[in-house]
């Protein structure tokens, strides 16, 4: 088990070394176009060669590349060219409004994919069964931003009840709660089909195992078959999926916070992308996959915590 | 893949290769929702093929005055307008059927070129193993580490169209601006796309690698090389077929996506995520502008989806 998690942790690094130095290659191995960027497309030759000077950009590109990894685990991203702020405060405040957005629609996602997914699975062919997979993959086919169209046109044009943005320009409070609906409702839509499923097929593949069968064979009643001893295998490959897909989730949270022009990590990243911010752009790539990468992590270790067959191996 | 199965189609007795892939089309019918599916991938396709047919105004013509008009409208010179016209008084229904062309082409366009990436990476993987599996896998996990979104703004900001290599590409080799934005969008999209497919590949070929036949070709003595594409890919390419589907949904997914973040195919030329984009600033005089495209793109993603569904069940049953 410690083996396992110290392996995992090994890769981890390794894989944030590489991104690491495959951002710095793409967006500071050309040193003149990065003073260009920060500068802005009409400062002088000379106001670039000095800014080149005065932030240590003559050492040789090893060194620059470890004196920005260094600065970067401790937090230290420079400074955004967008704002004039540092890009860790930016980061901060964004990062806890996506936060809140996605825990949000993983919350109810999961609830809503795993009563679904065990719906259908237990009684596989079911015309209940055929029903909920044809729901998931009508919504899994609509992407975020078509959904959103829709659904603007629904709750906001026609019956005029929702807000179409949802900018928070009083900060997250309670009062504004209502701009949080549309966002939520677009990414539940967008994602719960792809968990139904895979909570589906978990649960049909446990109910044809030999230990429910035996279960219903020796005379316990049906619900306590399903929810003892089905259920709680069922449960173990949904789960450690569902917090694999943290990843997928956050590119559609990025799309959504566009559209939608929530304040959030997403927005602040396709901002800098169109601005060409190098620094945020950087930070926020970095803090995505390591997202990723952690949850992967944590998916791997729940999955042996939870897999008695593999803890106990 | 496909110049694969017509090699094989040579030798007499594999023969019936090309016909049982019709016919596991033919199956299809058994299955509504492929039917549903195909219909859907099919109306698109033939309007991709045939919009210059069609009786439509040109996609293109800006008319004056004639701006955010609803659905089944006629201007002043008595044009109709069955859908209504955008902000820039263009015919809303030729551009949204002309825009299925663009979308289709770039989107199978990059779809081939990201499976025939990924296919190479994973069945290297998947036959050579040792030293190529761990570096193949390692560098797909680097990609795969990346949201999808955060992974296309990386590249297209470092190496887009506005880069130096963009406008390398546009200036000193002369390409149209069109073809720029397409190729390095192509490339973003295999950058993210191949290695999931190397993936699925790879296990695929773990397991057919222990199969006799392909003992059999080693002890022939045939290279690995022909192994690897002749013995192991059209073997295949079950899986791969309904994989493919629903990777190009994603795939247009992606590229109306890029449109819609102003990071696409530049314009005039129409395309879906663009057009929503900009009927977005409008409010809601721009509503019947957006939710057009967003219609369209939605059919066409489900059709695809509800055809490899439909095709996965039928593999299933046999």
Redesign the interface.
């Known amino acids: 088990m410690l083996q396992l998690a110290g392996k995992r942790l090994v890769q981890m690094a390794l894989i944030m070394a590489t991104v690491s130095l495959l951002l710095f290659l793409a967006f500071e191995a050309d040193k003149y176009s990065l003073a260009g960027k920060v500068l802005g497309q009409y400062s002088s030759q000379d106001q670039r060669l000095l800014w080149l000077e005065q932030n240590g950009y003559n050492a040789p590109f090893v060194q620059r590349y470890f004196t920005w990894i260094f600065n970067a685990a401790r937090g230290d991203f420079g400074e955004s060219v967008q704002f004039a702020t540092p890009v860790s405060k930016l980061l901060k405040t964004h990062l806890l409004n996506t936060a809140v957005l996605g825990g949000l629609v993983f919350a109810i996602t999961v609830s809503i994919a795993l009563v679904l997914g065990v719906l259908s699975g237990i009684a596989e062919g079911s015309p209940r069964d055929r029903s909920i997979t044809v729901l998931s993959v009508i919504t899994t086919s609509v992407p975020e931003f078509a959904s959103a169209t829709i659904l603007v046109a629904i709750f906001v044009f026609w019956l005029d009840i929702l807000p179409g943005t949802s900018p928070f320009s009083n900060g997250l409070v309670w009062a504004d709660a209502n701009q949080l609906v549309l966002p939520v409702m677009v990414l539940v839509i967008y994602n719960f089909g792809y968990y139904t499923r895979m909570t589906r097929a978990s649960m049909a593949e446990v109910m044809t195992s030999q230990y429910v069968r035996t279960a219903i064979l020796k005379g316990l009643p049906y619900k306590r078959v399903i929810m003892r001893h089905a259920l709680r295998n069922a449960l173990i490959a949904p789960f450690t999926v569902m917090i694999l897909q943290l990843n997928y989730l956050l590119s559609g949270v990025i799309v959504t916070e566009v559209f939608f022009s929530y304040k959030g990590f997403g927005k602040l990243l396709y901002e800098a992308a169109l601005y060409g911010d190098i620094f945020v752009i950087e930070a926020c790539a970095m803090v995505a996959v390591f997202i990723a990468v952690f949850s992967q992590f944590v998916s791997d270790i729940g999955y042996t915590l939870l897999n008695p067959r593999i803890r106990f191996s | 893949m496909t110049d694969t199965t017509a090699e094989q189609t040579n030798t007499p007795e594999s023969s019936s290769g090309m016909q049982r892939f019709f016919k596991s089309f033919g199956l299809l019918r058994e299955s509504w ?1 492929g039917m549903i599916g195909l219909f859907l991938v099919l109306f698109w396709v033939s309007i991709a093929i045939f919009v210059d047919l069609l009786p439509l105004q040109d996609p293109l013509a800006q008319t004056r005055g004639v701006i955010n008009f609803p659905m089944l409208s006629e201007d002043k010179h008595g044009v109709m307008h069955w859908m209504g016209t955008d902000d820039r008084g263009r015919d809303l229904l030729a551009r949204l059927l002309h825009g299925s062309r663009v979308v289709l082409f770039w989107s199978t366009l990059a779809t081939i070129v990201a499976y025939t990436v990924g296919m190479i990476m994973g069945v290297t993987a998947g036959y050579r193993g040792g030293w190529w599996d761990e570096i193949i896998s ?1 560098f797909g ?2 990609l ?7 992974l296309l ?7 887009g169209p506005n880069s ?1 290599i963009g406008i390398w590409m546009n200036s000193t080799l002369g390409l149209d601006k069109t073809i720029v934005s397409g190729a390095l969008i192509i490339v973003a999209i295999t950058f993210s796309t191949a290695p999931q497919v190397a993936r699925i590949v790879r296990g695929i070929v773990l397991d057919l690698k222990t199969r006799d036949y392909i003992a059999a070709a080693e002890v022939r003595g045939e290279g690995p090389l022909w192994i690897m594409l002749v013995e192991l890919l059209p073997n295949a390419r079950g899986p791969l077929i309904v994989d493919a589907c629903l990777r190009l ?1 994603y795939v247009i ?1 992606t590229i ?2 890029l449109g ?4 696409g195919l530049p314009p005039p030329d129409p395309d879906w ?1 663009k057009m ?1 984009s900009d009927g ?1 600033q409008w ?2 005089n721009g ?1 019947n502008m ?2 057009w ?3 369209a ?2 059919s066409l ?2 059709g ?3 055809l490899a ?1 439909g095709l996965r069940e039928i593999s299933l049953r046999d």
């Not at chain 2, 795969?144 to 955060?150: A, E, R």
């Not at chain 2, 703004?153 to 190496?159: K, W």
């Not at chain 2, 819609?260 to 990071?263: I, K, Q, Y």
């Open positions: 929702v390692f996990n680097v795969l580490s990346f949201p999808q979104i955060v703004l990386v590249i297209l900001t470092a190496f130096n949904g997914i109306a996506l819609f973040l102003s990071l995520g929503i977005r409010g809601y509503l957006m939710l495209p967003a219609l793109i939605s993603v489900l695809l989806n509800l569904d």
